[in-house]
């Protein structure tokens, strides 16, 4: 009876993060739809762990932020090694890091990230590099352990192009977000350009180096188990289908809207990319 209570428990809480994923991120829930229910829930709460955190330092402006983090943080590590949290999103994200053996580093790494996002900053190389590991390569890597299973061969051979595609999403994120990142939370994510004069040569460097970042994720996850690589590669072609339409945009354009894609232009690329997956295009 106890542990039927508990399991019930959990089950709200993975719905909890279910929820959160849903309503925040229509693109990232179409991908993770396509698991099979244990590791659909398992990318769920991570998502919703890593939403929280990112609310938290790019929303709550009429709060304490830091404060807020900080506590956010110590509730996180509290919960992982208690194997108990009350709140929803952190019991189901210690759920999955306890069951996949989550590396400690890989947590450390992105709750730093969120800190570095506490105060407005123009990013150089080193730090750019630092901050992108953190806030979207480690996520990645939380879902490569969900994918391995245990198996540290695959994820030492699946690591450098799980990293690479964090990369690609996050810059194309930078990217679409510029208005608000520049203009509303004053973060310049690109080292050594300004946006009152964005010009298209540094925009064409950029959109170069995603595109190395996309090639290289490709090889990866040409490589992923079958159960898994549907929903990853409807995840890619939905960030290189957005990538297409934003280097389409001028500078100036850039700046002064946020682009999306169509949540039809969304199902067709889910039925199209299932359709390469199913006659072994990928």
């Not at 959109?207 to 990866?220: H, P, R, T, V």
């Amino acid at each position: 009876m106890i542990s039927d209570r508990i399991e019930l428990y959990n089950n709200v809480c993975m719905e909890c993060s279910r929820i959160t994923t849903n309503r925040y991120s229509t693109s990232f829930s179409l991908g993770t739809r396509l698991f099979d229910k244990p590791t659909r829930d398992a990318i769920y709460a991570i998502y919703g762990f890593v939403r929280f955190a990112d609310e938290i330092v790019d929303s709550f402006h009429q709060f304490n932020k830091p404060e807020l983090l900080a506590r956010f943080k110590t509730d996180t590590y509290k919960a992982i090694e208690e194997g108990i949290s009350l709140n929803p999103i952190l019991q189901s994200f210690q759920l999955v890091a306890n069951q996949y053996n989550i590396d400690r580093h890989l947590i450390d790494a992105f709750l730093h990230s969120m800190e570095m996002d506490l105060d407005p900053t123009t990013y150089d190389k080193d730090k750019i590099g630092e901050y992108i590991y953190g806030s979207a390569e480690v996520v990645g890597l939380m879902c490569l352990k969900v994918f391995c299973r245990g198996n540290q061969v695959m994820y030492e051979k699946l690591y450098q192009p799980a990293r690479r595609l964090g990369t690609a999403f996050q810059k194309i994120n930078f990217l679409r977000d510029i208005s608000e990142d520049f203009y509303d939370l004053g973060r310049v994510y690109f080292p050594n350009v300004d946006f009152n004069n964005f010009t298209l040569e540094q925009k064409l460097q950029i959109e170069a180096d995603i595109q190395s970042d996309f090639d290289a994720a490709l090889e990866g996850i040409k490589m992923l188990e079958d159960k898994y690589k549907l929903g990853v590669f409807v995840a890619y072609r939905y960030y290189l289908s957005l990538f297409s339409k934003i280097k389409q945009i001028s500078p100036p354009k850039l700046l002064g809207k946020r682009y999306r894609i169509s949540n039809t232009k969304k199902m067709l690329l889910m039925a199209s990319s299932w359709a390469r997956v199913k006659i072994g295009l990928i």
